[in-house]
């Protein structure tokens, strides 16, 4: 496959309307609408609601560019940290932007407090990880997060990258989280939604799916900065390990037994 595709999809004057922001848009969209649905069918109210697409969308743009900023180019960020705010350049980690949804998710709960935190994260499970997989086919339209070059039948070459054939990583992940935000609506609707399953499991399962997933598919991949080379595991497979970890923690269900814990896992009121 030749893959060339201008990552701009339509110029209006100074105003570009790249690929990229619009699969993120309708990601957080269809992901909003989906969670709306299930909060109504609970007795939340409009305004509840509302207000949670603004912390998700901030917590992942700002969770994704520090991530970056501080674990891929700290030296240049901590020596230029106006640049920090520059993210129309690039350089978003989604480990990050995962992170930052999480912090998000205990912002908004401080200011709405009738929900749990593992309540309201499992009901954005699924939703999530489809976002996930909208913002790897943005990269896919911008020629970025590339894989290794490769003569397997499948191969891409990207043409405004280099002149050799990859593998076409972005759509692999972007299928793997697709797949992912579709196990994970099964599991909430036959468990999660059902209360057969302890507060945390939910997030747990799609931690270890995810990341698991994640720390697979750098393999594939090229170096994203030049510290990686040499290594024998990338920067991206260092940070899934802790995310591993913990959902496994919360699959056991040990976070019941811990004191930090019990105000995550309160009931609705």
Known sequence: MIWDIDPVLLKLGPIEIRYYGLFFALGFLVAFTYTKKIFLAHGFKAKEVDSILNYMIAGTVIGARLGHCLFYQPDYYLAN?????????????????????????????KKWKRMSFFWLIEVMMAPIMFVAGMIRLGNLMNSEILGRITDIPWAFKFVRYDSFYRHPTPIYESLGY?????????????YIEQGKWPSGRGLGVVFVLSFSFRFFIEFFKIEQVAFERGMSINMGQYLSIPFIILGLYFISGHQNKVRFFNF???PLK
């Open 264 to 266: 995550l896992t309160k």
């Open 178 to 190: 697709f797949s992912i935000s579709l196990i994970m609506f099964i599991l909430y609707k036959k």
């Open 81 to 109: 940290p106006l640049a920090i705010l520059k993210v129309w350049e690039g350089g978003l980690a989604s480990h990050g932007g995962f992170a930052g949804v999480l912090i998000a998710t205990f912002l908004y709960l």
